[in-house]
């Protein structure tokens, strides 16, 4: 069975820190997926990487997949107020290319 | 695009009666379409996979008499919990795919998900 570990489950940090947040697995994934929810709302897709040893940024935030594929991270610059959600990262895998989900990180920056 | 919508947004409902929540694709054909479930800051649990035309795959530990999931079109999708009762009250989601890459202009294999149904039965 898959699993991908998604830490820290909650993360309270001031407005213009910087921040990480790593999900882990002892899976190899074909290709790795960051979300970002807001409350009583869908996901929204940050970014997919699939190459392993990829970098991606997207404004402040910088993805990177790991050289095995089995772990990736989303760091965060300089957080601001807007930047309050949950995270999720999801891996597919496998022949039935189900998504495996990290358990989310929720996020809060406080101006 | 890709745009998926889901309707009703939010439903409150009696115990015992049973809810439909619609799941649409309206910019795209979705070779398969998932229904999630999730709690307050937690993440997503998938419930099952629906392809068009054929019986939904339901994941462990999901009655499918109790989530009866309908798939007639590869626009739309429906998950109508029956009997509903107050500990089905949660966040239900949907989300579309296609696999490879059919449509040019969107990301190859990519999930897009719905805003999501607030079911709370009392």
């Known amino acids: 069975t898959q699993l991908l570990e998604q830490s820290p489950q909650f993360l309270s940090i001031q407005e213009g820190e910087n921040l990480t947040v790593y999900c882990n697995s002892s899976?190899?994934?074909?290709?790795l997926q960051w979300y970002r929810q807001e409350p009583g709302e869908g996901p929204v897709l940050l970014v997919t990487v699939v190459t392993g040893g990829e970098v991606k940024k997207l404004k402040r935030l910088t993805f990177q997949f790991g050289d095995a594929r089995k772990d990736s991270s989303l760091h965060i610059t300089a957080a601001q107020p807007g930047d309050t959600g949950l995270y999720l990262c999801?891996?597919?895998?496998?022949?039935?290319?189900?998504?495996?989900w990290g358990l989310g990180t929720s996020l809060a920056v406080n101006p | 695009g890709a745009v998926v919508s889901q309707h009703p947004s939010w439903v409150i409902c009696k115990s015992g009666t049973s809810v439909k929540i619609e799941c649409r694709s309206l910019?795209?054909?979705?070779?398969?379409m998932f229904w999630y479930r999730q709690f307050p800051k937690q993440s997503l649990m998938l419930m099952a996979t629906?392809?068009?035309?054929?019986?939904?795959?339901?994941e462990q530990g999901v009655e499918k008499d109790k989530f009866l999931i309908n798939h007639a079109s590869l626009t739309l999708s429906t998950l109508t919990v029956t009997s509903a009762h107050p500990e089905d009250s949660s966040f239900y989601i949907c989300s579309a795919r296609v696999y490879g890459n059919t449509y040019r202009w969107m990301g190859a294999d990519t999930q897009y998900f719905g805003p999501g149904t607030r079911l709370t039965v009392l």
């Open positions: 910019d795209f054909q979705a070779t398969t």
């Open positions: 629906s392809n068009e035309g054929s019986k939904a795959t339901y």
């Open positions: 899976s190899v994934f074909s290709s």
């Open positions: 999801a891996g597919e895998g496998g022949n039935n290319r189900k998504l495996i």
